[in-house]
């Protein structure tokens, strides 16, 4: 087996090698992408395993070494670099850390997404994105009719939009509230497009609609649930979903001193923002989840009580997964078992 630490940069890679088999090692400089798809496709045939840190830019690589049957391991970038006390960073010193690591058998190696997974993520991180861009356009529409008296007014709304586009406007202020629409108007319009595709996958996919049966969770947030976490037998239990996700305190404790602060956000930031969108949708329906929001919004703050439910909701989405029953199901469960989980009106 041939063995490769890759320090990947966007126009090049340094790679480390060793050949296990004749003992016979190397290194080399890799321009991206014709010297690295001459050097993959000459090992070709061959067994190959292939470490790389976690970072952007790798699809194509991932297709190559698909393309030419080689393993492909990515590794936490920041169990890499702890992994090196020593203060000297350069890429041929990262791509040897890397191949020691890998021939110890210490490559700390991250659960990497199916092509499923993969073209989900792609459309909802796509949507996501319009759909901030949207937000960004109505804000300075906004701005632009405040600047002009309208006070309390959405600008996006039918008749908010009828009155911003009866102002009086200078030339060129006219001509940056008609941009401004036609942008809104055309990113919006492609939203929409991507909602209609993603309810469809969603219909499609298994899980998706097992999750869609919880309040507050729709085609979006079921398929960016189950396309983030994956395969749910990689975590033992709910708390490492929410760890996973970023939604649990940062901590810095020591002796009998603990100290907890705001969370920690080392997840998916998208499915943390879904997740929160949806929590907060899911308490006005379920009657426990709403007075635990209450009170934590009186005793703590209305953040901190979004962020708490959208960490219960992730946790009460991975046992739907779990256990494969849909919502109903789990609230007669807990109905049975003595705690009080029944949906508004339903009692």
Known sequence: MKIIGCDFHPTFQHVCYVDTSTGETGEQRLSHPDQARQFYLGLRGQ????????????????????????????????????????????????????????IEDRFPSIWQAGATEAELSQLLSHRCRLVRLAVRLGNQLDALAKNEGLVNVSSTSITGRKRVEDLPLSSWRAVQRNDLYALYDTVHKRVLELDRSAREAAE????????????????????????????????????QVASYLGLIPTESSSGLKRRLGSISKQGNSMMRWLLVEAATIAQRQDESWHRQYLRLSVTKHHGVAKVAMAHKLAVRLYWMLRSGKPYEEIIERNRHAGQSECPRGQK
Do not use: Y
């Not at 830019?57 to 936490?76: K, M, P, V």
């Not at 979006?220 to 395969?231: E, K, N, Y």
């Open 47 to 102: 067994e190959v395993r292939v470490g790389v840190e976690s970072m952007g830019n790798l699809g194509w690589f991932q297709r190559l070494l698909r393309e030419t049957g080689h393993e492909l391991l990515i590794g936490d970038a920041a169990r890499i670099r702890a992994a090196c006390v020593r203060r000297q960073k350069t890429d041929r010193r990262d791509a040897a850390l890397i191949l020691r690591l890998m």
């Open 204 to 239: 499609d996919h298994q899980q998706a609609r097992l999750l869609m049966t919880h309040p507050g969770v729709g085609a979006i947030t079921s398929l960016a649930f189950v396309s983030v976490i994956g395969d749910w037998h990689r975590f033992p239990r709910g708390k």
